[in-house]
């Protein structure tokens, strides 16, 4: 995060000596990234964070990824998906490359029976259905449909849902996530032109600070494979933290639409940036307004990167049906637009209700076997004229 939080307890001088009242250390740890160049934050444990009592044996994670190098236009129907009970079984991965991971998630259950640290990525968990509440060891954040929660990298993490369907879409990278660079000013405070503001982050409340003894399972995901490591103190048991590296929530109805006379490109929805990704948002907005305006998107052929739209709500002004929790593919090499019509429809049009997330990856996905059974296999075959 570009700014500075601090929860809980400090003391006044960092690695300097910090009690409790009743006379016993605090232990600190730098939760950082990039070695000691990355953003980091102060950790002040009650217990060591080293009291490892047990590794049990690790699991695979079933990821299997078709290397398929077609150009097909594809469809995944995101409602297919069944519901799982354990929360790493729940997220299943659609889309990958070397640089990020795309899973959905479907699952009733909360994640109360062990922790879960992601040692592998950063994840940027989108909330398409549910709401609950996110437990960390640096505190936590409640959370609600339309919800991006950031999870930094190596954080040890709970979720408690207060609702039966919780249904999510998930980017997880190895890279670093941030805002993107024009939004920012040289101290990396969010600039007076972009879409939202420091003002619209939640961050973490609600320490939850034990100083318990026991078994305590965290999995841990580290080369893609499941550690299952048992401590013997509980792992919520920070007095408090200081720094720039936390977990925060963007809800992207707070997202605030750049909007011009005439078509405005992709870009003015980007709202997180990586080396090798970009997630936008498409959110409701007013038409462009010149007299002539055409709303609808023009064909573009996005040659070199692959481009992932997760439809949320409302109707898409470039597609023909509703497209509420469908997936679409768009390769890179091929040229897309909107469907046979849908320029036509969208003259004279005033406003969209539109709502979707879209993720243009630089290098090529490969397909999960995890979609087969979701995809809709005459998608490519939709832009046919004789389809109006
Ligand atoms: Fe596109």
Redesign the pocket.
Known sequence: MPFYKKLGNIPKKRHTVFKSKGGKLYYEELFGNEGFHGLSSLLYHINRPTRISNIDKTENIKDYFLDIKTLHPRLFDSSKLDSKSDYIKSRRSILSNDDCKISLFSSSQSLEDYFYKNADANEVIFVHKGKGKFRSMMGNLDFKSGDYIFVPKGIIYQVNFSSNENRWFIVESGDKITFPKRYLNESGQLLESAPFCERDLKTPSELETYDKSGTFLIKIKKHNIVHNFIYETHPFDLVGWDGYNFPYIFSIHDFEPITGRIHMP?PIHQTFASKSFVICSFCPRIYDYHPNSIPA?YH?S?IDSD?VIFYVDGDFMSRNKSMIGYISL?PQGIP?GPHPGATENSIGKKQTNELAVMVDTFNPLKISKNVIDLEDKNYYKSWKENLI
């Open positions: 992709p998107p573009h996005n481009e768009h897309h």
